[in-house]
Structure formats: structure tokens, C-alpha cells
């Protein structure tokens, strides 16, 4: 294993000729996701990869799996801070499904919800559907979503060490981080993603290669 050193935008090229390298691109609909802890502000990455897609000809739709979390009554059933409720209930697995992945099956409809529920308020965000031309790509960002047997096309994982999880993640989510040391245990994100990208500091990301 490798790990090369490479800047934001150089990154976001090469993942984008990767998902236009993919089998079935531009015939098929892809569905690429972007995992990643807050810190690891993974919602920088995908919003990244929309213009290079555009400019390889492949139209992109922005979803995130933060607009996508069961209701507060489910999540919050075992209180505020529960970090096993956080790795295991808080992400609406079968709405993503339903409103988002799905549709992008072969044929499938491509109409896709892009947002669900707001995160804050706990409402619906009532958004319209919209539809993904074919050939286009779904880009979606979250924490926590590797090993959920998600229909993804590619994956890419930023990581970070635990040391440096703690120190850029807010007091007031501390709570979280038993979660995502859970997560790293059971699921391996790094191993598991088709493409790992360390991010300890965001600025200078540094990609994994591995042998």
C-alpha cells in the first residue's frame, strides 16, 4: 500500500475520469457515494465531483444521506447521545433505497426524491422529484455508509485517524466518536471502499494506492 499525496482538485479529476471509466458509463445510471465522519467534511468532495462529471458529459445529481434520517421520535428513542442509535437507526436505509438507489436500477424510472426530511426542524422538505437523465450520475454523501448492502456503483472513503477524528470533531458531538470506532471494526471502511482517501487535514488529502 501507497499513500500518495494529492491536491483537492487533482483528486476530484481523477475520481471523476474513474466513475466515467466505470462499466455501463454514460449508458447506465452510476451511483457513487462519498462516506466520511463530519470532519471529514465528505459533502466538499461530492459537491467537488458535479463540474468534472459535467464536463465529461455526464450530468450529476447531488443527494445527502443527512436529508435522509429516520424521524426524531426513532432516532432519538434511546436519547441524545445513544452512539449505537447513531450507527444503527438514525440513517432512513429503506427511504434511500426507495426514493434515491432504486430508480437508478436498470430500468428503473430515474426519478429521484433529492431530499427527504430536514435534519433540523424534522420536517419533510416536501421537495419534487426530479429525474436523472440517462447516463448521469448520483453522487451521494454521508457517514456511515458502508457495509448497508447499498446499491453503489464506486465508493470512496475519507479517513481519518482516530486521534485526529477526536480533535476536529466538536465538543457537543463528542458523543459520536464510539460510533465511528464501532464502524471502523466492524465495517473497515478503508478496506471495504473502492477508493480510500486520507484526510486528516482536508486541505492536503493524500490517496491510497493500494499494491
Do not use: C, N
Not at 422538505?125 to 448497508?148: E, K, N
Not at 463528542?174 to 464501532?182: E, G, S, Y
Request: hydrophobic residues 45%; proline residues 10%; without cysteine.
Amino acid at each position: 500500500m501507497q499513500v500518495r499525496p494529492i491536491s483537492p482538485d487533482k483528486l476530484a479529476e481523477l475520481l471523476a475520469d474513474r466513475i466515467t471509466a466505470l462499466p455501463g458509463a454514460g449508458e447506465r445510471w452510476l451511483r457513487v457515494a462519498v462516506d466520511g465522519a463530519g470532519p471529514a467534511r465528505p459533502e466538499v468532495l461530492a459537491d467537488a465531483l458535479v463540474e468534472p462529471l459535467r464536463l465529461r458529459g455526464r450530468p450529476a445529481l447531488r443527494v445527502s444521506a443527512a436529508d435522509f434520517l429516520r424521524p426524531a421520535s426513532i432516532r432519538l428513542e434511546y436519547g441524545h447521545h445513544d452512539a449505537d442509535a447513531f450507527h444503527d437507526l438514525w440513517l432512513d436505509d429503506g427511504a434511500l433505497l426507495r426514493e434515491v438507489l432504486d430508480p437508478l436500477e436498470p430500468g428503473g424510472s430515474g426519478r429521484v426524491l433529492p431530499s427527504l426530511r430536514d435534519p433540523v426542524t424534522d420536517r419533510s422538505t416536501r421537495a419534487p422529484y426530479t429525474r436523472l437523465p440517462p447516463g448521469g450520475v448520483l453522487v451521494l454523501d454521508g457517514a456511515l455508509l458502508l457495509g448497508r448492502w447499498l446499491p453503489l456503483e464506486l465508493t470512496v472513503h475519507l479517513a481519518l485517524t482516530p486521534a485526529a477524528l477526536a480533535r476536529r470533531t466538536p465538543a457537543d458531538q463528542q458523543w459520536t466518536l464510539p460510533a465511528f470506532a464501532r464502524y471502523e471494526a466492524e465495517t473497515g471502511p478503508a478496506d471495504s471502499a473502492d477508493v480510500t482517501v486520507r484526510v486528516d487535514d482536508p486541505r492536503h488529502p493524500a490517496l491510497v494506492e493500494r499494491q
